[in-house]
């Protein structure tokens, strides 16, 4: 279906058909373009920015290039293109219709599901609010831009189906939605990783690699729900979500090849002497990941929950592809070998779908690993970084609490207090990373700690002037 751009909400739902809903709508646009002004990126909003805006929903060719100023951002509602006669494809009502209206007996875990998802992308756009007045370069500062505005966007398509579908109470919790806010003592964002500062632009690569490839997954999930327009959403929202983990992605991946360059150049992998170089020593990188990591580990949820498994039987969140990637759909009898602190036990697959769906999300995550210590071996450099254990630096499920090293083995309550410092980052290891935080604006130029992009953006070279400031 194409995208309607005539109208003050560009959509493919066929708005104009829908006063009320359209009305509704209109009425939450402003609050929204409110929230954008108060909680989006700061002091940026006059600056023509080169940015992608999506045209149609084909895996081809969705999105054009153009200068916009951000607040004209054609933010709207576009959902994938229906499957037609699209059946539950797994759980206890596999093979049935799948649902165009919310069943009533779903409707508050829908709601939350809804809810909590839309709930993060607010979030990570007040998370990094402040980044761009230290970007190291204008090709960086567009990126964290097209970040922002898409997460602007998908906030709207979490709007819209609480708008559509769930009548007073969705709209009240689209209002919630621009009241919460990250970090906000009194009344935060729902899930924790959504509240940790982003402060520098390392943890910037690092929640887009790791932070929003967790959402990522949750979208797969909720792409094969028998809520066909939740799957709709999500199926679109993911094309979008596919260039923030490539931020993330080439952003530490440039991290690494300039501190590979520095080591090279000045003979020692010391952290003292890489930092004296202005780059980030592999320590500190490695810290870096162990938090982000962990804590978006966290974000799954526990290994054993009986919330999975009703979401699961009730044909509401699958399984990451679950249409291909797996020939059993009803996992009723399948049980699940799980790790836990006392030893590994068998338990109901259903209940530990949440751990099922963390195990795809860290073999993906294992990618970039090893594309870095590529880049680190062709350098010559013996070193290797790597994901810690997943028992390590947990605060939900079976391992929250447990003194765990990022090897996995246990430790004591003593040498797991002495050590843990040198795991995660330090208050000297961030105010570092933040001394390095210095704004790069001149086209082409980019800062020290991180190397130059390899590739521009819509054909464009890396030297373009991607912001007009
Ligand atoms: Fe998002
Ligand atoms: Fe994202």
Known sequence: MSISYAERIPNNVNLTDNRVLQRALEHWQPRFLGWWRDMGPTDFNGADVYLRTATSVDAQGWATYGSVKMPDYRWGIFLADRYPERKIGFGDFRGQPAWEQVPGEHRSTLRRLIVTQGDTEPASVEQQRLLG????????????????VEEGRHLWAMVYLLHAYFGRDGREEAEALLERHSGNRDNPRILNTFNEPVEDWLSFFC?????DRDGKYQLKCLAESGFDPLARTCRFMLTEEAYHMSVGMLGLGRVVKRTADVMKEIGSEKPEAVRRSGAIDLPTLQRYLNFWFTSSLDLFGSEVSSNAATTFANGIKGRPDEMTAFEDHDIRDASFNLDSPKGREDVPMRNALNEVVREAYIRDCEVGLRLWNRILAKSGSKSEIRLPSPRFNRTVGVWAGQPVDPAGAVLSAEDWARQKQAWLPSDTDRAFVKSLMKRVVDPGK??????????????????????RL
């Open 133 to 148: 007045h230290t970007c190291p370069s204008l090709y960086d500062l567009r990126s964290l831009f097209q970040v922002n």
């Open 207 to 211: 929640f887009t690699y790791f932070t």
């Open 446 to 467: 980019v800062a020290g700690w991180i190397a130059p992009p390899e590739r521009g953006i819509g054909g464009h070279p890396p030297d373009y002037e991607y912001v």
